[in-house]
């Protein structure tokens, strides 16, 4: 996505949904839509701290509930107290690398929810998978040669 792509769809989704532009807001979510690494909200503050010095975790954990509570940001739940951020919000798994804690993206594509729950009112689906990445893999498998 270009530069002023970027710019546009933070200003048309923080207008749909009411958002007030701020520096602080607009540099959380613009480094989620470009860094798609599910980062923590250390992360995050690590890498806008040095453009922004006045900068606090709290104003990015403030952020990030405001984004969520939008539907804009997704907080990916791995454990305890193992908090990732999503700006991708669209239908999605994750694949948690048990080796390296990187987390990918993957289609759900033909999932379907189960009719047992037609009765329901589904709010958020999280799916989840764990185990070795291909690169870790990889990098095991050519140790051990």
């Known amino acids: 996505m270009k530069q002023q792509d970027i710019v546009e769809t933070i200003i048309n989704r923080f207008s749909s949904q009411e958002i007030r532009l701020t520096p602080q807001r607009i540099g959380v979510y613009r480094f989620l839509l470009e860094n798609r690494i599910h980062p923590t909200v250390e992360t995050v503050y690590n890498a806008l701290k040095t453009d922004n010095p006045s900068l606090s975790k709290t ?47 993957f289609d759900l594509e033909g999932c379907q929810i189960p009719n047992s729950l037609d009765a329901f009112e589904i709010q ?20 051990n040669c």
């Open 124 to 143: 958020h689906i999280d799916v989840i998978a764990s185990g070795i990445c291909q690169y870790c893999k990889e990098s095991s498998t050519r140790e």
């Open 59 to 105: 104003t990015i954990y403030n952020t990030v509930d405001t984004l969520t509570k939008a539907g804009l940001v997704h907080v990916v739940r791995l454990g305890e107290g193992d908090a990732r951020l999503d700006g991708n919000t669209e239908k999605h798994g994750h694949f948690l690398c048990k080796d390296c804690n990187d987390i990918y993206d």
